[in-house]
């Protein structure tokens, strides 16, 4: 994966959450030229609501030049993490909350090539992951209640992005931050002032109608208020 040393200070990721996925190919060649691709897998047991699976991200892998970043809001990421690695995603990033053991996952997705990230719901404290920190490539701090897109990004995370951030910088850890859920033109510069690296946007970048004009107005805009 790219190493913090070379990876962009402000990255955009949209996710294709709500993309028109009938026309999947055409809909991933629009975001070319975003940082990475988001793929939101969704079981309808971790979160009330169910996207795809498998088959769907091996066919965004095929279909798409950017890194695939996915994002498994699925019970038992343990068993079923690595089979994302082995389709080729970037990064694959399980929650906290449905983890068993954390460290094996993270070490297993390493040894095939993959990093790994490690996600938080609204209400899971960063306590709950500090321990396992170090062996993380991407802390996910969810700014909705995981399930669907759309939804008004929640204000009252931004201090747990700047705890977030301070613990990085105070432990020297390799990690990037990454933020999901209502970012747009109106949160992204707060999430970005707050120490957030990686921007998933879905609504705002599928919504445009130019997507690639809203990858670029949210770069800028997080870039002005970088750390
Ligand atoms: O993980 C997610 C929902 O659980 C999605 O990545 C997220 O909601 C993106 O959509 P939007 O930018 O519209 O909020
Ligand atoms: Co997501």
Redesign the pocket.
Known sequence: MTTPATAPAAAIHP?I?NCDIAHLAEELARIEGADGV?V?VMDNHFVPNLSWGLPVVEAVVAHTSLPVDA?L?IEDPDRWGPAYAEAGCQIVTAHSEALVAPVRLARELHRLGAGAGIALRPSTPLEAVEDVLGEFDLL?IMTVE?GFGGQAFIESMLPKIERARRLVGRRGLELRIQV??GISAGTIERAAQAGAEVF?A?SAVYGAQDALAAIEQLRALARAHAH
Do not use: I, K, R
Request: no cysteine.
């Open positions: 996710s959450l988001h939101d994002h809001m996910l995981p999901d859920g998933v879905g």
